[in-house]
């Protein structure tokens, strides 16, 4: 970790500072501070304090650095994509870091990389969802989530800036499915009852959908809330054209609920207030069928990706606890799709 | 009742030692990595006294499923009945209601069993009381 006070040496950081001075028409560019942020199994983020002399920049900026970290995982955008992704979100009014500087430039970093506003706040799932102090009003943080999520949703193709980037897909559930199918075809053993939720999603994939820009991983853990009002979503990675019901099964589904398992609206309160927000920019509320279509979906879709995590344990050569962790979770992923395709509990 | 520890009892007491002894000597920063070490090892003693069990059972319930089928592996393998298993799924053999009940109360059974190894703690109370109890 390279964490230094005052101005920071190093060879990454001199090649930021340089890449820097010629992004923002800088005179000189000092980096104060370089820092990788905790967690991100998938992308990193460096705390990245700045002092610009000179041009448009010029000041003291309080930033984060996004990058790849050493493997991916296959359902992940790059981080050009993401930025794109992110420039919409923002002229849409969605709440969101302020995308600033993209480097496809690999010389720099030797990944691509991308700077961007840093927002206050905590973002921990299990922390919102048990401390009282940090959410005071956990109706009113869901109905902004709610609100919040419709204004991604209101994105529609075609746009210029994503269609490069971004595929449109011609039936989302169905390609879900197939998608998932071939993930869990890479691997070494089989799932049944993934098997089972996959099939079940097969035969029951609506007929209707539209498509919208999506988050895809639209969830408590992945947005920064500050004085219990939301700050900004997070992790934009996976957002592409879908359906939009999939974020709100995501969002609801009982895997992201963390330490509020019996609290249908991620953990913090109950659905309603959420779907009431996104009503209120959305005008449309989804019916109970649906919701319970797309949280047996999301819990496939976490089964898939927990299971990636866990090969990279096993056969990627990157030897983790965390990652070895994360792969026994499949079982009770395994448990909630069987018990909502039921009609147990949600 | 044994003479000396077996693999799962020396595993809950090096869990109790490390969460006892070490976890309140570490910095706060090493707090997370010892509770997923603590995590890592009542799984281990979990499935060690559970998972021969669960194994066996799942594999007996797949060759039941799979008897008319004509489907079913010449082998008592669990992992090659979980493959036969799978194809059936996708090939819609199970999509026939009565089937598909007797699939889906299996599958419930067996997911049910291989919770209890890996987070009991997401077990319903129903499921949950009718799990082996463990620390």
Known sequence: ?346 | MRDISDAADLMTTAREALLRELLPALPVEHRYAALMIANGMAIAAREHRLGTDAARSEAARLRNLLADSGRSPATHDLSALRKAAAAAIRAGYFDEPARAAALMTDLAHTAEAWVAISNPKALRPAARAASTPEA
């Open chain 1, 1 to 346: 970790m390279e964490t230094l006070g005052a101005a920071v040496a190093s060879p990454a950081v001199t090649a930021i500072e340089r890449w820097l001075r010629e992004t923002t028409q800088a005179d000189h560019v000092r980096i104060a501070r370089y820092e990788k942020l905790p967690g991100g199994a998938i992308q990193e983020n460096w705390m990245l304090d700045a002092e610009i002399g000179g041009g448009p920049w010029r000041g003291r900026h309080e930033w984060v650095l996004r990058t790849d970290a050493v493997s991916t995982v296959a359902l992940s955008r790059t981080r050009a994509q993401e930025f794109a992704v992110l420039r919409v979100a923002e002229a849409a009014g969605v709440c969101a870091p302020k995308p600033l500087f993209l480097c496809r430039d690999k010389s720099v970093l030797q990944r691509e990389f991308f700077v961007m506003q840093r927002l206050p706040g905590v973002a921990q799932g299990h922390r919102l969802t048990r401390e009282p102090a940090l959410v005071p009003d956990g109706a009113a943080l869901l109905h902004t989530l709610g609100a919040n999520l419709a204004r991604i949703h209101a994105i529609h193709p075609p746009m210029p800036e994503l269609d490069d980037v971004l595929r449109v897909p011609a039936n989302p559930a169905l390609e879900s499915v197939a998608d998932y199918r071939g993930h869990l075809d890479q691997l070494d053993d089989t799932y049944p009852a993934l098997e089972w939720g996959l099939r079940w999603c097969e035969r029951r994939a609506p007929e209707a959908f539209h498509i919208t820009l999506i988050h895809r991983d639209y969830r408590t853990g992945n947005y920064l809330v500050d004085r219990g009002r939301l700050c900004g979503v997070l992790d934009w990675e996976f957002a592409g054209w879908g359906d939009p019901h999939e974020d709100l099964g995501w969002f609801t589904a009982r895997c992201w609920r963390f330490s509020g398992a019996e609290r249908e609206g991620g953990g913090i309160a109950s659905v309603e207030p959420f779907l009431d927000g996104y009503e209120s920019v959305a005008g449309t509320r989804m019916s109970r069928a649906e919701l319970t279509y797309w949280q047996i979906m999301a819990h496939l879709r976490w089964a898939v990706i927990a299971l990636q995590q866990a090969q990279r344990h096993m056969a990627g050569g990157e030897r983790s606890l965390e990652l070895a962790l994360t792969g026994r979770i499949v079982h009770e992923l395994e448990y909630e799709v069987l018990r909502l395709i039921a009609g147990g509990d949600r």
